[in-house]
């Protein structure tokens, strides 16, 4: 059995006795802190983790290990939404004293993050490997390992000869901001079916290609 199927069918008892939802119960977006960096792709997984908190309702943010994070029931099991307030290329420190905090492991985790190498709209789930340069994904996988689930957010490659560092940190403004957060919108129903069902099945159904 693959490492994706054991995510999926991996039953963990509840504290209340109950079975949990098989798929994350930490779902965590990666972006850079401040509004300077608000509307950029590079803040794709921090747009994500607002849109997912605005469908499921949760809207009480506070701050644990350099972490905005909100902390919420769905379908009667916890969830965990973060967003890590340290520079993307710090983020693996503030991931590892969350699952810490909250007592949970790598196989609980979902990790939400833009993809230069995937074009704008598709959505692509990974277990471990490289970070394919990604320094949010590097952090983590030094400070965590590698072995654990990501949700790459594809926001294509810059045009022309503009530098990729340039391309990411762009601030996007009137109909590209608006069409980019368009996009991130269709992130919700993906990670909810992960979550609810785990992550093989979702990868099953979204993944068309």
């Known amino acids: 059995m693959s490492i994706l199927e054991r995510l999926s069918l991996r039953k963990r008892l509840h504290i209340n006795g109950q079975n949990e939802l098989p798929g994350p119960h930490l779902i965590i977006g990666l972006g850079n802190p401040g509004r300077e960096y608000q509307n950029t792709r590079h803040n794709a997984g921090f747009k994500a983790i607002d849109a997912l908190a605005e469908e499921i309702g949760a809207n009480y943010w506070k701050t644990i290990s350099e972490t905005m994070v909100t902390e919420c029931r769905f379908q009667g099991d916890q969830l965990i939404l973060a967003k890590p307030q340290r520079f993307m290329n710090l983020s693996g420190q503030p991931v590892k004293a969350l699952l810490k905090h909250y007592g949970f492991t790598p196989d609980d985790l979902l990790v939400i993050h833009d993809e230069l190498d995937l074009p704008e709209t ?56 608006a069409e980019f957060e368009a996009n991130l919108t269709q992130a919700v129903p993906v990670i909810l079916a992960a979550i609810e069902k785990g992550v093989q099945t979702a990868m099953n159904e979204y993944h068309s290609d």
């Open 122 to 177: 598709v959505l692509r789930f990974k277990q471990g490997g490289g970070s394919a340069g990604h320094k949010g994904i590097k952090s983590i996988s030094d400070a965590i390992g590698t072995d654990f689930c990501r949700l790459r957010v594809g926001i294509g490659r810059p045009p022309g000869q503009m530098p990729a560092d340039r391309f990411v940190l762009q601030e996007l403004r009137g109909e590209d901001l």
